[in-house]
């Protein structure tokens, strides 16, 4: 393994790192909280903010408001920070926001379902590459289950040892992931973002692929799948609707049938077949109040008995 000076680590960090900036991501103006983290972009910016923050502000200021302020620590966002190994010792917890009795311990090996060792990653990486992703399984307090997680990492000096200083997310959207207690329909409807919007039509096409067709008619009729204005749609390769789970006719022609006119004729298809996934923003009948609306759709291609199809779902817009 690849030794360095506390000096030496944190000028190969500036090297390795990605060309992103403190600029770019504004954290003076304390628009990166922990709160505001939805994604694994939003985690790299929350770690580069706090390795900002801990640099400007001293560690004993740090340790201070990784700990209390909300700004750092929210649900499943906080930050962590681990001495690397010396000749004598081996991995100490400086920080960690979510559980401070880990604090002053040395961490014993810590293999994970796909056995790897987290912290003998870590070193790798901060290291190496001054810093990077890594991706493991934990059990997520939140729900009691072993879940895949990914962790962004930047390497710090904290008071004159070099450390890790990073933060992680629960993925619910990967498969073998997508709780049918936490992405559902009805969780869309009750909080309509695109966050939500992409977890349940993930988790929906990681189900068609699984499934086949056998999961059209779950996907149709499961009220997983279903929540009053919420519910999923699947897309040929033209763009006309293959099945829908919600039942509404216009003027006594299945919906079916118009849904090539619903997006003014365009082509729907190409875009998420170059993206995998895309969204779509059109105006539609609500079926909650019998009113056309505008409406955000997310569309994942799948490939389904050899035929490429869009599963897609989306919410009304007031």
């Not at 994604?39 to 390795?51: H, L, N």
């Not at 699947?234 to 299945?254: H, K």
């Amino acid at each position: 393994m690849i030794r360095t000076t506390s000096r030496s680590l944190l000028a190969l960090g500036a090297l390795l790192l990605p060309a992103l900036s403190f600029a770019d991501i504004r954290c003076a103006d304390k628009s990166v909280a922990a709160s505001a983290v939805r994604t694994r972009e939003d985690i790299r910016a929350f770690v580069r903010c706090a390795r900002e923050y801990a640099l400007e502000n001293g560690t004993t200021e740090a340790y201070r408001a990784f700990h209390e302020d909300e700004r750092w620590k929210s649900g499943q966002f906080y930050v962590f920070v681990t001495s690397l190994p010396t000749a004598d010792r081996g991995n100490l917890t400086l920080v960690h926001a979510a559980n401070p009795s880990l604090e002053g311990r040395i961490r014993m090996p810590l293999i994970d379902n796909f056995g790897n060792e987290f912290f003998a990653e870590q070193e790798r990486l901060v290291n190496s590459y001054g810093g990077g992703w890594l991706y493991y399984t934990r059990t997520n307090p939140a729900t009691g289950g072993n879940e895949p997680k990914a962790s962004y990492v930047e390497a710090i000096d904290w008071d004159g040892s070099p450390a890790a200083i990073g933060a992680g997310i629960y993925m619910r959207d990967l498969p073998g992931t997508c709780s049918p207690d936490e992405v559902t329909a009805a969780a869309l409807e009750a909080e309509p973002n695109a966050e939500r919007l992409q977890e349940l039509v993930r988790c929906a096409a990681y189900r068609f692929e699984e499934a086949g067709y056998f999961a059209a008619f779950e996907l149709q009729n499961n009220p997983r799948w279903r929540s009053g204005s919420i519910y999923l749609f699947v897309l040929n390769s033209r763009g006309m609707q293959y099945f829908s789970s919600n039942p509404v006719t216009i003027n006594g022609v299945a919906v079916e049938e118009w849904s090539g006119s619903l997006f003014m004729e365009r082509d729907v298809a190409s875009p998420a077949a170059a993206f995998d996934e895309s969204t779509l923003y059109y105006d539609a009948l609500n079926p909650a109040n019998g009113s056309v609306q505008r409406k955000v759709a997310f569309v994942k291609r799948v490939m389904v008995g050899g035929e490429a199809l869009l599963v897609g779902s989306g919410y009304y817009l007031p």
